[in-house]
């Protein structure tokens, strides 16, 4: 070093004091403290750090002392870990801003870190492209012609950006609820009467449905569907990532019969040979079950849903792992119990291990139907086992998931705060 005086260096990390000579700062594994042995100024050295005390030869970093410490536990034994009850990100940036990388991590550590950024990535940055309000203000000249462009995608994609993407939002839940309400009217036996008609008399009736009110209400809906949609596909930036996202994989679900029951209706006419028309077209109307799931966009209890069976499918697997193991298992038992052994008394509904499948799954799930149930003593054991197994591997995973729901909940809530935030202002406005 040549700069400051003594044999011995302090280095004070937000509060807490470290001893090193001069010579062991030449070669220190942090970046950031090893360039202080090439300071030849006062004014280089609080270029490396924050404060600077000549009388005592102590050098201030205003930075996290928990995390440096961790740190420091890597300096000396080569492993480095995440500081219990410590954000990964804000870990992160301190190891940073020390000089080290995510690749100096422990491998249990680097997995946290990579899923906690593509989470942030995926649901915070693709929000803020320009990087919140800094990033508006070092928007070129040449970006403000597709200002409107960004306020219509956010009135469009965020319910509570702004008073027009609430009224927006309002008028598609309507729309939703009527076309719900008249889905479920059409399975009453008053409107299905027309159902009970000749091939010929039913495709005259198709195609004659969409003058009636409930297929004009339909065709109504379909046309803001529809509309939405497509102005939503134009203002987007990504026209690829808008068709693999879910929900307009959804949307696209919900539409599609619709006009595809019409052409089939167009095509097919009265012509008898076609029977199975009738079949597909009901099938087609009853996907519009799918509108329901659009309230996604608007509610943020069902986003978080999605959110959190998203990031916990490794639990969600483990679970349907251990419950496949079981079914397995006891399947086997119980057909061998009550069927496969010559006792004097067969059960016929454990004829197969197929058969047992499902009534081992409707145990363990403690929902019981009762339409099987062993009758033998040795299968009623099993049963109580296979009961008492189905709520212990069921309450196994739960935890994680529940944690991570609650984390997705609080994301969400504070987008829609941020967001909020922005509506309150264009009322003052």
């Not at 070669?27 to 270029?47: A, I, K, T, Y």
């Not at 997995?111 to 950024?117: K, T």
């Not at 008028?171 to 009467?193: D, G, Q």
């Not at 008399?201 to 509309?227: D, H, K, L, M, N």
Request: with cysteine; hydrophobic share 40%.
């Amino acid at each position: 070093m040549n700069f400051g005086r003594g044999p011995s260096v302090v280095l004070n990390v937000g509060g807490t004091r470290y001893s090193f000579s001069r010579e062991v700062l030449k070669d220190f594994p942090l970046r950031r403290v090893s360039r202080l042995h090439g300071c030849l100024s006062e004014q280089d050295v609080l270029e490396v750090c924050d404060d600077y005390d000549r009388e005592r030869n102590e050098y201030f970093f205003d930075r996290h002392s928990e995390a440096f410490g961790f740190i420091m536990l890597y300096v000396r034994h080569g492993h480095l870990r995440f500081v219990p009850h410590m954000c990964e990100l804000s870990f992160y940036n301190e190891m940073i801003y020390w000089g080290l990388e995510g690749s100096h991590l422990d491998y249990c550590c680097q997995r946290r870190l990579d899923d906690r950024m593509s989470e942030t990535c995926t649901y915070y940055a693709a929000e803020e492209p320009n990087g919140g309000p800094e990033g508006k203000s070092r928007r070129p000249p040449a970006a403000e012609g597709g200002k409107w462009l960004e306020r219509m995608r956010r009135t469009f994609e965020e319910p509570t950006s702004s008073v027009a993407a609430q009224v927006l939002a309002t008028v598609s839940i309507l729309f939703v609820i009527v076309s719900m309400v008249v889905l479920c009217a059409s399975t009453l036996p008053e409107w299905r009467a027309p159902e009970n008609r000749s091939m010929e008399e039913q495709s005259r009736y198709t195609a004659e449905s969409v003058r009636e009110p409930s297929g004009i209400i339909e065709a109504i809906c379909i046309g803001w569907f529809t509309a939405e949609c497509i102005v939503r596909f134009i203002v987007s930036k990504n026209k690829c990532e808008f068709v693999r996202r879910p929900l307009n994989i959804i949307d696209l679900l919900a539409i599609t019969p619709y006009y595809i029951s019409v052409l089939m209706t167009v095509f097919t006419g009265e012509n008898s040979q076609l029977q199975r028309a009738g079949v597909t077209l009901r099938v087609l109307r009853m996907m519009r079950i799918f509108w329901v799931i659009k309230l996604a966009r608007h509610f943020i209890g069902l986003q978080t849903l999605g959110l959190t069976l998203k990031r916990c499918y490794r639990e969600m697997v483990m679970l349907l792992v251990f419950i496949c193991v079981a079914m397995a298992i006891f399947s086997a038992l119980s057909q061998l119990l009550e069927n496969g052994l010559d006792l004097g008394t067969k059960n016929k509904d454990y004829a197969s291990i197929p058969a047992a499948c499902w009534w081992v799954i409707i145990s363990m799930t403690t929902v019981g139907y009762g339409d099987m149930c062993p009758i033998t003593v040795p299968g009623r054991i099993l049963g109580g086992i296979c009961v008492v197994s189905g709520i212990v591997l069921l309450a196994l995973p739960i935890t994680f998931i529940y944690h991570s729901f609650v984390q997705c909940y609080h994301e969400l809530k504070f987008r829609s705060a941020r967001y909020s935030r922005s509506l309150s202002a264009e009322f003052l406005n």
